[in-house]
């Protein structure tokens, strides 16, 4: 059967399912159905799928077409007994999940034709995931492009994926990192603090020529894009899922 891009409904199999810091789950996937996607996409897994409307939950896939049938999946659980706590109990106790995808249009297929344009990935928490994606996929292409990752975090422990990060520093010269916490506690953080746009407006003096991936909560995004237009930014320069699923009133 030939793989499709068309949104369809497949099972997977549930391969992994690792604790990478406090609250934060990656589940390893594997696509039963031959189904192909883009970097940045995201899966809706279907709860009660067997009942006549299942629940479809969002997540993005964390990782790049190149490691399809497998799909990775950050999912953060603030254990307070939320959507999440119910999503990551399916994940541990089934051995097969529904899933409808691929979805969304916030994606990185080819590089941009001008090889100096920057492109800054900002992402949020567990925003980190799409980006993760958007990334594996450019460095995979050999992008020649500069990509910028700035990740906010409240806490300096909420960062994680460091070895994956630092693999990235270490073999593709064009990769740099920015994280950026907001509320460190203590002595734990000596890098930069503050809202994550703001430390790209201060690198960023004019934002006319990159491209930017933003993935965060409605709010941020369009807190980011008022301030970034303000920068130069026009109109085609910003990609986020928050576009489509949370449009502006
Ligand atoms: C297009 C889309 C993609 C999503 N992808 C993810 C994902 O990769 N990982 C994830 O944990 N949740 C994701 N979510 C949120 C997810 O669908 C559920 O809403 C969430 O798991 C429900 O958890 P909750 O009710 O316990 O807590 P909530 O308070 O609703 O959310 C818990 C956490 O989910 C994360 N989150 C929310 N929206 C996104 C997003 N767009 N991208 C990444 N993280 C988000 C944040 O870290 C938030 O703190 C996504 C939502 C959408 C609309």
Same mark, same amino acid.
């Given at each position: 059967?030939?793989?499709?891009?068309?949104?369809? %409904?497949?099972?997977?199999?549930?391969?992994?399912?690792? !604790?990478? /810091?406090?609250? %934060?789950?990656?589940?390893?996937?594997?696509?039963?159905?031959?189904?192909?996607?883009?970097?940045?996409?995201?899966?809706?897994?279907? @709860?009660?799928?067997?009942?006549? +409307?299942? /629940?479809?939950?969002?997540?993005?896939?964390?990782?790049?077409?190149?490691?399809?049938?497998?799909?990775? @999946? !950050? %999912? !953060?659980?603030?254990?307070?007994?939320?959507?999440?706590?119910?999503?990551?109990? /399916? &994940?541990?106790?089934?051995?097969?999940?529904?899933?409808? &995808?691929?979805?969304?249009?916030?994606?990185?297929? *080819?590089?941009?034709?001008?090889?100096? *344009?920057? =492109? =800054?990935?900002?992402?949020?928490?567990?925003?980190?995931? *799409?980006?993760?994606? @958007? =990334?594996?996929?450019?460095?995979?292409?050999?992008?020649?492009?500069? @990509?910028?990752?700035?990740?906010?975090?409240?806490?300096? #422990?909420?960062?994680?994926?460091?070895?994956?990060?630092?693999?990235?520093?270490?073999?593709?010269?064009?990769?740099?990192?920015?994280?950026?916490?907001?509320?460190? /506690?203590?002595?734990?953080?000596?890098?930069?603090?503050?809202?994550?746009? #703001?430390?790209?407006?201060?690198? &960023?003096?004019?934002?006319?020529?990159?491209?930017?991936?933003?993935?965060?909560?409605?709010?941020?995004?369009?807190?980011? #894009?008022?301030? &970034?237009?303000?920068?130069?930014?026009?109109?085609?320069?910003?990609? +986020?899922?928050?576009? +489509?699923?949370?449009?502006? +009133?």
């Amino acid at each position: 059967m030939a793989a499709t891009s068309q949104a369809s %409904i497949s099972d997977c199999q549930v391969e992994e399912v690792t !604790q990478l /810091t406090d609250g %934060i789950y990656r589940i390893q996937l594997r696509l039963l159905q031959p189904l192909v996607h883009r970097a940045g996409q995201y899966l809706e897994l279907l @709860l009660d799928e067997g009942e006549a +409307s299942p /629940t479809a939950v969002p997540y993005t896939v964390a990782s790049a077409p190149a490691a399809l049938p497998l799909l990775e @999946l !950050q %999912i !953060q659980d603030l254990g307070e007994g939320g959507l999440a706590s119910r999503v990551i109990d /399916t &994940f541990k106790n089934q051995s097969q999940v529904q899933v409808r &995808f691929p979805q969304g249009e916030c994606y990185l297929d *080819q590089a941009p034709q001008d090889p100096s *344009q920057p =492109i =800054i990935l900002i992402g949020a928490g567990t925003g980190f995931s *799409q980006m993760k994606a @958007l =990334i594996e996929h450019a460095l995979a292409e050999q992008m020649p492009n500069p @990509l910028h990752l700035y990740w906010g975090v409240r806490e300096a #422990e909420h960062l994680y994926g460091h070895e994956l990060i630092e693999g990235w520093q270490q073999s593709h010269p064009n990769f740099y990192f920015h994280p950026v916490v907001s509320d460190p /506690t203590g002595d734990d953080w000596s890098g930069r603090i503050g809202l994550v746009h #703001e430390s790209v407006m201060e690198d &960023f003096p004019s934002l006319e020529q990159p491209l930017i991936y933003v993935c965060g909560s409605p709010a941020m995004v369009y807190a980011v #894009e008022d301030d &970034f237009r303000e920068r130069g930014m026009g109109d085609g320069q910003m990609f +986020s899922d928050v576009y +489509s699923y949370a449009p502006r +009133s």
